[in-house]
């Protein structure tokens, strides 16, 4: 295929401020940290697609398919998921001609006006992989055969990509359970530890989850300790955890529905597992169980080091019948209310201000910043408020956490930017937007005479790079 030059520019001072003379300071603040090494920390990449290191099949498969925040909008304007591309669980029929499913994306471009997947999609295209002109009806089977070409390139394979977004650290996240066979062949073929496991025992620490009895099972062929009761199920998460630390894991993470972390009397855990393993668990039993389970993930993490990342708040696969046809993970996860400040009072009681331990809040619901998360985080030392997450990561809301959190907890309680995506070319969209928005925040306080020019570029340059390294460092 004949080489295109792009004609497709993006504005250089997109997501910067209006006002002339704060730009003017966001683009110098900018300046200083565009071009930093990423530290992506908290991520779901796919650790398979890293190691097989194939190239991606075409654009759908890179760009549409996978990403379920673009599948839920086009579903929330009628668009089947099955029309896009998304395999049925029950082998009814779905859109398999690639081709069509970007013909799809494309006449509906127009419903990413204003959203954060809009400035992300437009940087992967006209940046990552230079595209010649934005998607629409008209463009989209020239795009198509255009992005297939520059797919089919050696500098797009997975890995070759993060060297190009100029990725220094990639956590993926790990079921408990897991292996870690795809972690270990990557340090064989890199030769170093840049992409790093994340443990995440969410599955075994719900009781009344589909499948649970059998990941319990899982877990104990795994660690080589048969889990039969609760004592050596914590002796197995142990033995996990301490793979994942040898395999260079720096942190867990948890999304549980609530913050609830009370400790459970050890009877009482002992009792509710025995019956869970029979299968007669029941919700209040299966809500104590995950709440005294958050607590002895903290009581863990004080004890090997493991960074303790909690993002509860989301009921997840919200839509029973999207779940059953086409499984989890579809777009169906919706933020819930979260109370933090009783519900974490216990585990911060404990550990809180133990040195030895480390954990990271991320929320859904932004209410919670001025009112819990930021004092919270402002007073034990062992808290720190992660990123705006998910539902978040979108540029009002990004200020709005700055300005909500930053008055009581500073910006050297909170982790630096870290990512939370699926779609590996999204990622240095996601960090080259909150390297804008934390520039344009910091110009103000510049403008306001709050802070002086110097500072600015030193503290955006601790937000991008040196808060995550600092934030997810092994401790010695």
């Known amino acids: 295929m004949t080489e295109q030059r792009t004609a497709w520019q993006l504005d250089p001072d997109r997501a910067l401020p209006a006002e002339p003379g704060v730009r003017a300071l966001a683009r110098e603040i900018y300046a200083s940290t565009a071009a930093l090494p990423i530290v992506s920390m908290h991520g779901h990449v796919d650790v398979d697609l890293l190691v097989q290191d194939e190239p991606f099949a075409n654009p759908a498969e890179m760009f549409v398919i996978p990403d379920h925040y673009l599948v839920r909008m086009l579903v929330s304007q009628g668009e089947s998921p ?8 029950d082998g009814s029929p779905y859109e398999t001609d690639p081709r069509e499913v970007w013909r799809r994306f494309c006449r509906n471009w127009k419903l990413f006006r204003g959203t954060p997947t809009r400035y992300w999609l437009e940087h992967e295209l006209a940046v990552v992989f230079e595209a010649p002109a934005p998607p629409s009806e008209e463009t989209a089977d020239g795009l198509y055969d255009f992005l297939l070409d520059r797919l089919a390139r050696d500098e797009s394979r997975p890995r070759a990509l993060l060297d190009r977004f100029n990725v220094e650290l990639l956590a993926t996240t790990d079921s408990a359970a897991s292996g870690l066979a795809g972690h270990r062949k990557l340090a064989e073929q890199e030769g170093r530890q840049r992409i790093l496991p994340t443990f995440r025992p969410d599955d075994l620490l719900h009781i009344r989850r589909p499948g649970w009895a059998a990941d319990v099972r899982r877990l104990s062929e795994v660690s080589g300790i048969e889990a039969g009761d609760y004592d050596s199920f914590l002796l197995a998460l142990r033995q996990r955890r301490a793979a994942f630390l040898q395999a260079g894991a720096r942190a867990t993470d948890h999304g549980h529905l609530s ?21 007669e668990s029941d919700a209040a039993a299966a809500e104590a169980f995950a709440g005294g389970m958050l607590y002895e993930m903290a009581r863990m993490s004080a004890e090997d080091g493991l960074v ?3 993002h509860p708040g989301v009921l997840r696969n919200h839509s029973s019948a999207v779940r059953s046809r086409y499984g989890t993970d579809k777009g169906f996860d919706i933020p819930v209310r979260v109370e933090f400040t009783r519900a974490l009072q216990p585990l911060l009681n404990s550990f809180g201000m133990d040195p030895g331990f480390r954990m ?33 990561d979108s540029p009002e809301q990004m200020r709005r956490f700055r300005e909500s959190a930053v008055e009581t907890a500073g910006f050297y309680n909170t982790s630096g930017f870290v990512d939370d995506t699926r779609a590996l070319a999204s990622i240095p969209a996601r960090h080259d937007l909150a390297r804008r928005i934390d520039a344009g925040f910091l110009a103000r306080l510049v403008a306001e005479g709050r802070l002086a020019a110097a500072e600015a570029v030193e503290t955006g340059i601790d937000l991008a790079y040196n808060l995550p390294l600092q934030s997810y460092a092994p401790r010695p």
């Open 82 to 89: 099955a029309a896009l591309g998304i395999p049925t669980q």
């Open 360 to 392: 990271i809040v991320f929320t859904t619901d932004e209410t919670v910043y001025s009112r819990e998360l930021a004092p919270l985080a402002g007073a034990y030392p062992a808290l720190r408020l992660g990123a705006p997450w998910w539902f978040l």
């Open 308 to 310: 303790m990342q909690l």
């Open 259 to 279: 913050a609830s972390a009370e400790p459970l009397d050890p009877a009482d855990a002992r009792s509710i597992f025995a019956a869970a393993l029979r299968g």
